[in-house]
């Protein structure tokens, strides 16, 4: 159990397009969904925290017009970053979680989108 | 005090010897700490976590001993094989607030 997808697994696009990527929770319940950003060799990096129905929270530094998160059910997060550059490439990873599980601060990662923006 | 850190930031074993992966924290209010797993390309699974109520939890190869006094906590990798050369991250937390992530460990376990 505790299963999260994430769609697509890579994605490349053109400077100044937009992209989505879908995070989904396939047999919980997820009342939080982070999003994280991770560099080559590095850790993760939290970009925002989501929860259902209310609008995302925010790490300092992060710009909220440029990566949208968007949490409408309780399975489906998504994070748009809009007119995307070179610098925007990355791996971004998504996580749920579910108070109704046991262990309630536990986090279930997805696979990770890879983005390179041409 | 958010920071929690991590050593050694590689680390090569032996198959079949063991693997430590150190981990401390200063912010007391933590109150859950896991482990995670990572190969390279794939997102981070959970391998194991604890509560500061116990000192050491153990699952299969994969145990968790924990100092509260000395705010630290560390993964131990009995046996290690081939296959568990990943990145490992520690985190932790206070209730269901974000984690705070360690900056990972790169096990090589050669054969």
């Known amino acids: 159990g505790a299963v999260v997808s994430q769609h697509p697994s890579r994605v490349i696009c053109k400077s100044g397009t937009s992209v989505k990527i879908e995070c989904r929770s396939l047999d919980f319940q997820a009342t939080t969904m982070f999003w994280y950003r991770q560099f080559p060799k590095k850790s993760l990096m939290l970009m925002a925290t989501?929860?259902?129905?209310?609008?995302?929270?925010?790490e300092q530094g992060v710009e909220k017009d440029k990566f949208l998160i968007n949490h409408a059910s309780l399975t489906l997060s998504t994070l748009t970053v809009t007119s995307a550059h070179p610098e925007d490439s990355s791996f971004y990873i998504c996580?749920?979680?579910?108070?109704?599980?046991?262990?309630?601060?536990?986090?279930?990662f997805g696979p990770g989108t890879r983005l390179l923006v041409l | 005090q958010q920071q929690v850190k991590q050593s050694p930031q590689s680390l090569i074993v032996q198959k079949g010897g063991i693997s430590i992966i150190n981990c401390a924290y200063e912010?007391?209010?933590?109150?859950?700490f896991p482990w995670y797993q990572q190969f390279p390309g794939k997102g981070p699974a959970l391998l194991i976590a604890?509560?500061?109520?116990?000192s050491e939890k153990k699952e299969g190869r994969f145990t968790i001993s924990f100092n509260k006094s000395a705010k630290q906590f560390s993964l131990h990798i009995m046996d290690s094989q081939p296959g568990d050369s990943a990145t490992y991250f520690c985190a932790a937390s206070m209730g269901t607030d974000k984690l705070i992530f360690g900056t990972g460990t790169r096990l090589q376990v050669f054969p």
């Open positions: 989501s929860n259902e129905g209310s609008k995302a929270t925010y």
């Open positions: 912010n007391t209010a933590f109150d859950y």
């Open positions: 996580s749920a979680r579910s108070l109704a599980r046991a262990y309630q601060e536990t986090q279930y």
């Open positions: 604890i509560r500061p109520d116990v």
